[in-house]
Protein backbone atom coordinates (compact mmCIF):
# COMPACT_ATOMS: atom_id res chain seq x y z
CA UNK A 1 0.00 0.00 0.00
CA UNK A 2 1.03 3.68 -1.08
CA UNK A 3 0.62 6.32 0.98
CA UNK A 4 -2.56 8.88 -0.64
CA UNK A 5 -0.46 12.12 0.04
CA UNK A 6 3.37 11.27 -1.18
CA UNK A 7 2.74 7.73 -2.43
CA UNK A 8 5.29 6.92 -0.55
CA UNK A 9 5.92 3.18 1.78
CA UNK A 10 3.61 2.36 3.83
CA UNK A 11 3.49 -0.23 7.24
CA UNK A 12 1.12 -1.54 9.13
CA UNK A 13 1.10 0.26 12.29
CA UNK A 14 -0.26 -1.19 15.45
CA UNK A 15 -2.45 1.19 17.97
CA UNK A 16 -2.17 -0.17 21.76
CA UNK A 17 -4.25 -0.43 24.78
CA UNK A 18 -1.74 0.56 27.19
CA UNK A 19 -4.28 1.70 29.90
CA UNK A 20 -6.10 -1.05 30.43
CA UNK A 21 -5.42 -4.81 28.37
CA UNK A 22 -2.39 -3.45 26.95
CA UNK A 23 -3.98 -5.39 23.97
CA UNK A 24 -3.80 -4.29 19.94
CA UNK A 25 -7.12 -2.49 19.84
CA UNK A 26 -6.59 -0.85 15.68
CA UNK A 27 -4.04 -1.57 13.74
CA UNK A 28 -3.61 1.37 10.87
CA UNK A 29 -1.10 1.79 7.97
CA UNK A 30 1.53 5.13 8.59
CA UNK A 31 3.48 6.20 5.64
CA UNK A 32 7.46 6.21 6.37
CA UNK A 33 8.36 9.30 4.32
CA UNK A 34 5.48 12.01 6.03
CA UNK A 35 3.82 10.57 8.57
CA UNK A 36 0.48 10.06 7.09
CA UNK A 37 -1.84 7.86 9.51
CA UNK A 38 -4.88 5.88 7.56
CA UNK A 39 -6.58 3.98 9.93
CA UNK A 40 -9.84 1.06 9.34
CA UNK A 41 -12.01 4.05 10.14
CA UNK A 42 -10.73 6.39 7.77
CA UNK A 43 -10.66 3.87 5.02
CA UNK A 44 -13.97 3.19 5.63
CA UNK A 45 -15.23 6.58 5.60
CA UNK A 46 -13.18 7.27 2.57
CA UNK A 47 -14.77 4.26 0.41
CA UNK A 48 -18.08 5.20 1.59
CA UNK A 49 -18.17 8.76 0.08
CA UNK A 50 -16.64 6.91 -2.74
CA UNK A 51 -19.66 4.63 -2.93
CA UNK A 52 -21.93 7.54 -2.86
CA UNK A 53 -20.72 9.71 -5.51
CA UNK A 54 -20.81 6.51 -7.76
CA UNK A 55 -24.55 6.32 -7.09
CA UNK A 56 -24.99 9.84 -7.71
CA UNK A 57 -23.13 9.83 -10.85
CA UNK A 58 -25.19 7.12 -12.19
CA UNK A 59 -28.42 8.17 -10.57
CA UNK A 60 -27.73 11.85 -12.59
CA UNK A 61 -27.02 10.03 -15.77
CA UNK A 62 -30.16 8.11 -15.57
CA UNK A 63 -32.33 11.22 -14.94
CA UNK A 64 -30.61 13.04 -18.29
CA UNK A 65 -31.52 9.96 -20.36
CA UNK A 66 -34.87 9.32 -18.96
CA UNK A 67 -37.50 11.13 -21.10
CA UNK A 68 -39.97 11.17 -18.58
CA UNK A 69 -37.92 12.09 -14.70
CA UNK A 70 -40.06 11.11 -11.36
CA UNK A 71 -41.19 14.84 -10.76
CA UNK A 72 -43.07 13.27 -7.98
CA UNK A 73 -40.27 12.21 -6.07
CA UNK A 74 -38.38 15.10 -6.65
CA UNK A 75 -40.90 17.91 -5.60
CA UNK A 76 -40.98 18.86 -1.79
CA UNK A 77 -44.24 17.89 0.28
CA UNK A 78 -45.45 20.98 1.32
ZN1 LIG B 1 3.25 9.91 2.74
Redesign the pocket.
Known sequence: M???????T?VTDYLLDMEESGDVWASSWR??????VVDSTILKHREAQECQGELVGAVSKETVNDAQPPVAVLSPKS
Request: hydrophobic residues 20%; proline residues 0%.
Open positions: NCTRCQGMCLMCGE
